[in-house]
C-alpha cells in the first residue's frame, strides 16, 4: 500500500531528538526553531517526559472514559492553575481542529444560534466546521461550505461592531486566534480582543480563544490573549500541549454548563495524553519555561532585527516571523539544506520561529549566526544549491 500523498516532503529522516536539536539518519545534526510546527514546548525527549510516560506506559496505557481517571483530575488542576483559570471546566479531546470543532459546537449548543464570526487569514483546522471557519477555500470541500460562517477583517472593530449591530441576536460565537499562525505571525491588537470580549457578553454570544498554536506559554504568557488582559469564555489548546503525543483539550468558563453525551471522544484524555501533558506542565513550571519564552523570545527579535535584509521582525515570546525579500525567497530551504537548521514558513515570504519554549541563547546566536552566513552566501554567489 502506498501512502496517501497530501504532504509535500523534505528529504530528510529524522531518527533522534534532543532538546533543540534533531539527527538524521546520517548523524547530521540540525537545529530545530520549527519546533514540529509548534509542537515541541519543552524540548524533545525531556527526561522528565520520557520518564512520566513510559512509567504510565507500564501501569495503564488506555481505558475509555467510562471509568474514573484520575489523572484527568489532575490534569485539569494543574491546568488551571498555570492558565490562571482554576474555575474553568476542562474537556479534553486529541487534536487542534478537534478542540475549535467542539468549542464551536459547545457555544452553539449553548446559546442555540447558528452564526459564528472569524477573520480574514484565519487557520482553525480541517474538519468540517474548522475548516469551515478557516479563511482557505482550497481546503474547504463543497460540503465544508456554510453560509452560518461570517468572514470579517481581522483588527477591525468597526466591522465587528457593525456586524454585531445588524445580526448580533443570530451570532453563536466569534472564533479568534491572538497570534495568526498559518496567516503569518499577525498579531490581535488589544483593543480588538477587548472588543470581541464587550460585543460577545452584551450579545449573549461566545468568545473563542484559539490557544492551538500561539497558547501554552508559547507567546511568553499562557495563552497570548493575556495580553489584551481578556477572558474568553472557550479557549482551545493542542500543539504544545503534549510536546508531541496527541493530546488536544478546551477549557471552558463557569457559565457554560455540561449534559451528559453533549461532547464526546473515545480516545480524548486517556491515561497516557494525560501523562504526557501532565510532564509538560510540569517542567514549563518548574524550568519556567514561560519566562524563558520572553527572555529568548526577545533577545532573538532584537537580533533578528539588526540583521538590515530582514523585514517586518515581529511576535511576541517564542512565536517569530519575519519576512524575506524577493530575493532571499530561498533562505528558509537554504537554511535547512545548507545550515541544517529547521524553520517553518507562511505564505508568501514569512519565515516563522517556533521552537521549544526551553531554547537557550546560545542556541538563538547559533541561530542568527546561520542566518547571517546564509544571507552572505546567498548574496555573494546570487545562486542557491539544490
Ligand atoms: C491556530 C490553529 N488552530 C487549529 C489548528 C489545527 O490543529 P491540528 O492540526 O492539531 O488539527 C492549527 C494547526 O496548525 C492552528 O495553527
Redesign the pocket.
Known sequence: MKLFDVYPINDITIVKAKGSYVWDQEGQQYLDLYGG?AVISIGHTHPHYVQRITDQLNKVGFYSNSIHIPLQVELADKLGKVSGRPDYQLFLCN????A?ENALKLASFHNGRKKIIAFTKS????TSL?VAVTDNPAIQAPVNKTDNVIFLPYNDEAALEACFKAQGEEISSVIV?GIQ??GGIVEASAPFLQKISQLCKQYNAIFIA?S??CGYGRSGKFFSHDYAGVDADIYTM??GMGNGFPV?GIIIAPHLHSKHGMLGTTFGGNHLACAAALAVLEVIEQEKLIDNAVATGNYLMSALKKIPQLQRVRGKGLMIGFDVPEKLKDLRKNLLFRQQVFTGEAKPNTIRLLPSLALRKKDADEFIIAVEEEIHAMTASAKPVK
Open positions: 510546527h487534536s487542534g481542529a478537534e475549535n487557520f482553525h483546522g480541517r474548522a486566534e499562525g498559518v484559539d492551538v498554536q493542542a500543539k488536544a
